[in-house]
């Protein structure tokens, strides 16, 4: 692993109040050493590398400029934010980022007092700094909200409502767009920057401001004529007619690596009487590492890697991930029947889409962070008769309820939901963990919730989705790798159907996904101390098999639900039924394990289940406190 780079005016940079007594030529020098320390501790640790890299000089012009953490800096998305974090008193914890106990990989208001708002998901910014500059003004306090909004954060609607609200805030909000996909504006150069700094200057502004209050007496029609003459001799110049539209003064693009030009402007900006104000800015992803300027997509969030080379470490050969699976299944079901789509939102890589694009580019539509958009998109094609898949993180389906409900689940749409990320995810923490997707679908009428145990089953399921036309129908898979089993030829499931992979007598542990494997370790546990133990593979969550869970609960002396999910899951459903149907009136002993009515931080997806007690261990702890064995057996239990 890389060790500490050279960094001696870093060195003396602990703080943004250290920062802001250099001088303007040192500035430079300190984005460099930024950079060369933020790709050293990204080897050692892994996470988010390309954003941060891209944004390390606008980082430090932010800095030097704005008095933080008086005036608020909000990073969208987050994962820009390394650099904020080296230099705002977290650069001695940068190796711990992303670990047990360690840095999170996103702001975090518990984090620093740098960390205004946390920002993971994305386009939260503008309306988070929107709230802290009103705020500000509402209680005559000093400083600016800056919202710094890019890396496709832009994409998604969410932005545009804050920015046609933003008026609200007076000169006390500015917008940084960090155009790093070149996606907005063309290269910039010497004269875009000459126009930004004059049209965000003191004279040009008070002038500017002399000749609105000269036009306003002006009858309506030359009033409104000297407006739209100013919109557009500036818009023909440097662009941004859509943000001035929406109530911001536009400045840009500008070059976000040249700091002679960066400080200028935003010290304008910081000075400015005009209010709110955007500031496009334009920079390159990876920026001065050539291994992620050279391939921005494998370097935006990486492995361990060596600094030298860029090579990243490699996971050991081992199952497919359920991605990749998922993949394979839905190329499989698309060559099968031209009718199935498929939709994602930004997340391509992410969710194995990327491979179904290259088979079926005219079936393949990747709408931008717009989740909302991709269901009720997905509820069109589905409504005319195509078979779409929506394949979304758990976390960020979130974003999407509204469209769940109102525009698929009420009216009975089918719109099959692939559901990755479901369960928690490491060293993203409770962001991104897919916590709660089970609570939130399978309390709606009309839907169909599945969860797949191993790689065979989510292929099962796939070629089930593909099938059913009569109404909304979703599966949750885990992120990282299968099991090991083999991928069998796909087989339809009958709906709401269970199957018992393992039969005993006393005890009976329902499992539902991924946990199945957990529930064996500990039903040869129980085994060995005398309790037959039966292991069901529920498959669904909704419906629930209802003939397989009566028999059960009615058989065993203890039943334990397992699932990697939050209350008001399987277990809820569970309990209720039997509730209903007095099945827990003759003395059962039934459990519910599921994960904590917590946020769980950032760690190793092993330590938080166990934590979670969603391991073997925890499983037959649950068991034999339900038998009331005594606390030896239950520290037997867990040896």
């Known amino acids: 692993m890389a060790d500490h780079p050279d960094t001696p005016l870093l060195d003396q940079v602990p703080t943004p109040e250290a920062l802001r007594r250099l001088r303007p030529e040192q500035l430079t020098q300190l984005a460099a050493e930024v950079r060369q320390e933020m790709v050293s501790a990204v080897s050692v640790t892994g996470g988010h590398l390309g954003a941060g890299l ?66 993971a998901h994305s386009s939260t910014s503008i309306s988070a700094a929107l709230g802290f500059a009103v705020a500000n003004k509402l209680a005559d306090r000093p400083g600016k909200a800056i919202a ?68 306003r007496r002006l009858p309506r029609p030359l009033h409104d004529a000297a407006r739209k003459t100013d919109e557009f001799a500036r818009g023909m110049t440097m662009g941004g007619t859509l ?114 694009a290259k088979a079926f580019p005219t079936r393949s539509f990747d709408v931008g962070i717009a989740e909302q958009h991709a269901v009720t998109f997905a509820a069109g094609l589905a409504a005319q008769g195509q078979r779409p898949f929506c394949a979304i993180y758990s976390t960020f389906l979130q974003r999407a309820y509204d469209q769940v409900v109102h525009d698929v689940a009420i009216q009975n749409l089918p719109v099959r939901f692939a559901i990755d990320r479901a369960g928690l995810v490491g060293a993203d923490g409770a962001t991104h963990a897919g916590s709660f997707d089970v609570t939130y679908l399978a309390s709606l009428p009309n839907f169909v919730v599945m969860a797949a145990a191993d790689e065979a089953e989510l292929t099962h399921m796939v070629h089930t989705m593909a099938l059913h036309d009569s109404g909304p129908i979703a599966v949750r898979y885990p992120r990282g790798n299968g099991t090991g089993v083999a991928i069998p030829a796909p087989q339809a499931l009958p709906i709401g159907k269970g199957r018992i992979v393992r039969e005993g007598k006393k005890v009976a542990i329902l ?93 190793k997806p092993e330590k938080q289940y166990a934590e979670a007690g969603l391991d073997a261990d925890g499983i037959v702890a649950s068991v034999l406190t339900a038998l009331r064995r005594n606390s030896v057996g239950v520290a037997e239990a867990r040896a």
């Open 243 to 356: 943000f001035e539209e929406l109530g911001f003064y536009y400045v840009g693009p500008i070059d976000g690596h040249n700091l002679d030009h960066l400080v200028p402007v935003l010290e304008n900006v910081r000075d400015a009487g005009e209010g709110p104000i955007l500031v496009h800015v334009v920079t390159q992803k990876g920026k001065g590492y050539a291994s992620a300027e050279a391939a921005a997509d494998k370097y935006h969030a990486v492995q361990k890697f060596d600094v030298v080379s860029g090579v990243q470490a490699k996971a050991p050969p081992g199952p497919p991930s359920y991605t990749n699976v998922f993949a394979d299944a839905l190329i499989a079901e698309a060559t099968r029947d031209e009718t199935v789509c498929a939709i994602t939102a930004a997340m391509p890589g992410g969710t194995g889409l990327d491979k179904f």
């Open 511 to 603: 499992s539902l996904g991924t946990r199945l494997e957990e529930a064996l370790k500990a039903a040869d546990r129980l085994d060995a101390q005398g309790l037959s133990t039966t292991v069901a593979d529920l498959r669904f969550a909704k419906p629930l098999d209802e003939a397989l869970i009566r028999r059960l609960l009615t058989t065993h002396e203890v039943a334990v639900t397992v699932e990697e999910g939050s209350v008001g899951g399987l277990g809820a459903h569970v309990l209720t039924l039997a509730s209903d149907e007095g099945l827990i009136d003759g003395g059962l002993r039934l459990r519910t394990l599921r994960l904590p009515d917590a946020f769980q931080d950032h760690d």
């Open 148 to 215: 710094v909004i890019g890396d496709g954060a832009m994409s998604a609607g969410m932005a545009y409502e804050a920015m046609n609200n933003a008026g609200q805030a007076g000169n006390r909000l500015v917008v940084i767009l960090n155009d790093n996909d070149m996606s907005i504006a063309p290269p910039v150069g010497g004269l875009s920057a000459s126009l930004a700094r004059i049209v965000s200057s003191r004279p040009f502004l008070s002038l500017r401001d002399v000749m609105k209050k000269v036009a």
């Open 54 to 119: 891209g944004v390390v000089e606008l980082t430090v012009a932010l800095h030097y400029v704005f008095d933080t953490p008086r005036d608020t800096l909000i990073w969208d998305v987050g994962h820009q934010a390394y650099p904020h974090k080296i230099l705002t008193g977290r650069r001695e914890r940068m190796r711990s980022l992303r670990q047990g106990g360690g840095l999170s990989g996103f702001t975090r208001r518990a984090e620093s007092e740098y960390d205004p708002f946390g920002a």
